[in-house]
């Protein structure tokens, strides 16, 4: 016959002080209800809000640039070498680059087809931030024409505000890339007229490109002081919403279109407050278990003599840590399999009652949530083990 | 198993009791299937010896050894594998279970490591006369009714040496007589040798060696 805890049993005294086992026992469920269901809620809030945008080659990409404010507007507001190689080295963000600006004069004008003339900038960026890169687009010493690539925005906003109001002809993508403007570029040399064409459009980049190649000529052929600061990075990132991107771009004061961030702000506040729950589950957690130990303390402190004869008569200490301890192994089965149901029960009332079965979210539970639980019983299992064993060698 | 002492001596008993005594400071062995009665006076130091043996106590100095070992080297499980299986022990204060039935008391030993079956206990607590107690509380049998029942439970389990402090105190002739033969059959059927302690010679205990403390 092996021995369990059943012959042991008359000899503890384990039926005292019933109140603070009971609590303990509702405490751990509810914390280990509170931590799931905050883990559920958390992979919830990311399946739900993931970048809406479509993503042509899976990236986001984000303009940043430092933020102006009446404090600071008298400072520079460049961005040093230091702090680019500080933005390309975070884990959230996988290539950035400087914008390189044109630092002269330069104008465009339409010649007689398109008669209007005006004050334009350009900019460049390596080419492989780029989502449209058609062959002409380059440029050399001695070229007469220089290649564009123009936000698709710009072509909506000249058919639909510019031409109308200068009664000029409206323009579809193709047409506008076989005509040829005039760029007047004035600096040091005087004035020098080179021909743009513009050769696509870019839905990834809001401003007008030009090859490096011809800007870094001309800034310093222009101004002989070379390139100028850096005033605007290009962020490559796999997920322009993810909340720690954003935290750091606000910890750094870098200002971004809210637009390409909007759903990562909901996600960031959501986050912190179910964070805070799953906090909150974790400290009723340690409660319960803190409280649970209290039981077993005296349980044992209670029990201290008759433990100490059965070690006195050849028990041994080891067995009885197990026996004792396994007793409560059921119970904390119990407890934390109700605690994964209700939340089982909570996600599917949330997925069918409140998001109308939407297909974003499983109706089941997600597996990490079931391995938080698995983790929590071996943990208590563990916990309880060692206290019985430390209780019971220091009699 | 052998147990072994070498020159033991109490650390807090004065020293000239020690230079008269024949088991202190001295190098003794005690052989499987001895029987060896240790006599000494109230305040002699009979329950330290025992407890020595039984590694309860390490206020001594030199050295006592269960096959060559130090036993004050021993952990609880170490202790708990020897006292499962080779040395069962009667205290001098019995330390029973005392809120528990006579019957718990005996079965939580029983249960441990059994050398009867339980039926046998019944046998036992008829043959010592305590077989109407045993669903009682142990609390509220005499006190020589609970020597009989610490007796009864170091049987229950096997051993290679049985120790006994003044275990037949509180016994009249007539249990002195039953205990003594149930002893002499038990420690018989396990071939085990016998330590124990009393104030003088006791009645129907036929010791090979008789050591003065």
């Known amino acids: 016959m092996s021995l369990t805890f059943k012959h042991i049993a008359p000899f503890l005294t384990t039926g005292k002080n019933k109140a603070s086992r009971w609590l303990s026992y509702f405490g751990l469920g509810i914390g280990v209800l509170l931590l799931l269901s905050s883990i559920q809620m958390y992979i919830n809030i990311n399946g739900l809000l993931k970048n809406k945008n479509p993503k042509k080659d899976g990236y986001d990409y984000i303009?940043?640039?430092?933020?102006?404010?009446?404090?600071?507007?008298?400072?520079?507001?460049?961005?040093?070498?230091?702090?680019?190689?500080?933005?390309?080295?975070?884990?959230?963000?996988?290539?950035?680059?400087?914008?390189l600006?044109?630092?002269?004069?330069?104008?465009?004008?339409?010649?007689?087809?398109?008669?209007?003339?005006?004050?334009?900038?350009?900019?460049?960026?390596?080419?492989?931030?780029?989502?449209?890169?058609?062959?002409?687009?380059?440029?050399?010493?001695?070229?007469?024409?220089?290649?564009?690539?123009?936000?698709?925005?710009?072509?909506?906003?000249?058919?639909?505000?510019?031409?109308?109001?200068?009664?000029?002809?409206?323009?579809?993508?193709?047409?506008?890339?076989?005509?040829?403007?005039?760029?007047?570029?004035?600096?040091?040399?005087?004035?020098?007229?080179?021909?743009?064409?513009?050769?696509?459009?870019?839905?990834?980049?809001?401003t007008v490109i030009v090859p490096k190649s011809f800007l870094t000529w001309a800034n310093n052929h222009y101004t002989h002081a070379g390139n100028p600061e850096m005033n605007k990075i290009l962020l490559k990132t796999r997920d322009a919403n993810n909340p720690a991107l954003l935290s750091f771009l606000q910890e750094k004061d870098y200002h971004i279109n809210k637009d390409k961030t909007k759903f990562g702000?909901?996600?960031?506040?959501?986050?912190?407050?179910?964070?805070?729950?799953?906090?909150?589950?974790?400290?009723?957690?340690?409660?319960?278990?803190?409280?649970?130990?209290?039981?077993?303390?005296?349980?044992?402190?209670?029990?201290?003599?008759?433990?100490?004869?059965?070690?006195?008569?050849?028990?041994?200490?080891?067995?009885?840590?197990?026996?004792?301890?396994?007793?409560?192994?059921?119970v904390y089965v119990i407890i934390i399999l109700c605690a994964t149901l209700a939340t089982a029960i909570l996600h599917w009332s949330f997925q069918h009652l409140v998001m109308n079965n939407r297909d974003e979210l499983s109706p089941f539970i997600h597996w990490i949530v079931i391995a938080v639980a698995l983790l929590l019983l071996i943990l208590s299992i563990v916990v309880n083990y060692r206290l019985v064993r430390k209780l019971l060698y220091k009699l | 198993m052998q147990i072994e002492l070498q020159r033991v001596a109490p650390t807090y008993i004065e020293p000239e009791k020690i230079s008269t005594s024949h088991i202190w400071n001295e190098v003794l062995v005690f052989q499987p299937g001895e029987k060896i009665q240790?006599?000494?006076?109230?305040?002699?130091?009979?329950?330290?010896?025992?407890?020595?043996?039984?590694?309860?106590?390490?206020?001594?100095?030199?050295?006592?050894?269960?096959?060559?070992?130090?036993?004050?080297?021993?952990?609880?499980?170490?202790?708990?594998?020897?006292?499962?299986?080779?040395?069962?022990?009667?205290?001098?204060?019995?330390?029973?279970?005392?809120?528990?039935?006579?019957?718990?008391?005996?079965?939580?030993?029983?249960?441990?490591?059994?050398?009867?079956?339980?039926?046998?206990?019944?046998?036992?607590?008829?043959?010592?006369?305590?077989?109407?107690?045993?669903?009682?509380?142990?609390?509220?049998?005499?006190?020589?009714?609970?020597?009989?029942?610490?007796?009864?439970?170091?049987?229950?389990?096997?051993?290679?040496?049985?120790?006994?402090?003044?275990?037949?105190?509180?016994?009249?002739?007539?249990?002195?007589e039953k205990v003594m033969d149930l002893i002499a059959e038990e420690v018989s059927l396990r071939q085990a040798a016998v330590i124990l302690a009393d104030l003088k010679p006791t009645d129907y205990f036929k010791a090979d060696k008789t050591i003065n403390l």
């Open chain 1, 63 to 99: 303009p940043v640039t430092k933020n102006i404010s009446n404090e600071n507007m008298a400072q520079s507001h460049a961005f040093t070498e230091a702090e680019l190689l500080e933005l390309q080295k975070q884990p959230f963000i996988d290539d950035a680059a400087a914008f």
């Open chain 1, 101 to 206: 600006s044109n630092k002269f004069v330069m104008k465009a004008n339409g010649g007689a087809t398109l008669p209007f003339s005006s004050d334009i900038f350009v900019e460049s960026i390596d080419e492989k931030f780029l989502d449209t890169l058609p062959p002409s687009f380059t440029w050399k010493e001695g070229d007469q024409v220089i290649p564009i690539i123009i936000a698709a925005d710009y072509l909506e906003l000249y058919n639909t505000v510019f031409a109308p109001s200068r009664d000029l002809p409206q323009f579809s993508e193709k047409s506008l890339t076989s005509l040829l403007i005039g760029i007047d570029c004035e600096g040091f040399n005087g004035t020098e007229r080179f021909r743009g064409n513009v050769v696509a459009m870019s839905d990834r980049i809001n």
């Open chain 1, 265 to 330: 702000r909901v996600k960031q506040v959501l986050q912190a407050i179910v964070s805070g729950l799953a906090g909150f589950g974790v400290l009723v957690i340690l409660l319960a278990m803190l409280l649970f130990s209290f039981y077993l303390q005296l349980m044992i402190a209670r029990s201290k003599e008759n433990l100490q004869l059965l070690l006195t008569i050849g028990y041994s200490p080891q067995w009885l840590s197990k026996t004792v301890s396994k007793k409560w192994i059921p």
């Open chain 2, 38 to 176: 240790v006599v000494a006076p109230s305040g002699s130091g009979k329950t330290s010896f025992i407890h020595f043996l039984y590694g309860m106590r390490k206020d001594y100095s030199g050295t006592v050894s269960y096959n060559n070992q130090d036993i004050k080297t021993f952990n609880a499980e170490t202790f708990a594998v020897y006292r499962q299986q080779h040395i069962s022990i009667v205290f001098q204060d019995l330390r029973l279970f005392a809120e528990q039935t006579v019957l718990q008391n005996l079965e939580i030993k029983c249960q441990l490591n059994p050398f009867h079956s339980e039926s046998k206990i019944e046998a036992m607590a008829r043959q010592l006369g305590i077989e109407s107690k045993l669903n009682k509380p142990c609390k509220t049998c005499s006190y020589g009714e609970q020597q009989r029942i610490a007796i009864i439970r170091a049987l229950q389990q096997p051993f290679e040496y049985l120790l006994l402090d003044e275990p037949l105190s509180h016994l009249d002739q007539v249990n002195r």
